[in-house]
């Protein structure tokens, strides 16, 4: 396996199945933003992952510090099923006054796992060990 295919099993689909449990799909564009390249050149292996940047305030639980424009508000008052029941202008004025749900919580625990320091020591890890067992697999002529 190659190290694009260990960010994609480890990193990315944790993450998407956490963005699902923390019910972050209203509108999709948290999920849909998530990608990744892979690069290969003969002396490393680069993989960048890429997200929505309000992942990180999600995770933190200070989306509050650049809260979401009123569109975005509007899609997701509209996704939710609740247009016409919640006042968008209402919503966004909530969140600056008092922060969101997950301003509250001080973040997603699951976001917090998955995205942090220990979590991308532990999957360089399996792609060093896995390197190594190619390296010592391999038929030398």
Not at 47 to 55: F, G
Not at 77 to 83: D, I, P, R
Not at 99 to 125: A, C, H, M, P, Y
Request: net charge negative; glycine share 6%; no cysteine.
């Amino acid at each position: 396996m190659d190290l694009a295919a260990i960010v994609d099993d480890e990193f990315i689909q944790p993450l998407r199945g956490a963005i699902v449990a923390e019910d972050m799909v209203a509108t999709r564009q948290l999920i849909d933003s998530l990608s990744f390249e892979s690069e290969k050149t003969p002396d490393k292996d680069t993989v960048r992952v890429y997200a929505q940047s309000y992942i990180l305030e999600l995770r933190d639980g200070e989306q509050y510090k650049s809260p979401p424009k009123i569109e975005d508000i509007e899609l997701w008052v509209e996704a939710k099923g609740l247009s016409g029941i919640l006042d968008p202008y209402a919503v966004l004025g909530t969140i600056l006054s008092e922060g969101t749900s997950w301003d509250k919580l001080g973040g997603s625990v699951l976001l917090q796992e998955i995205i942090s320091e220990e979590n991308i020591k532990r999957i360089t890890d399996i792609a060093v060990e896995q390197k190594k067992q190619e390296l010592i697999n391999f038929k030398w002529l």
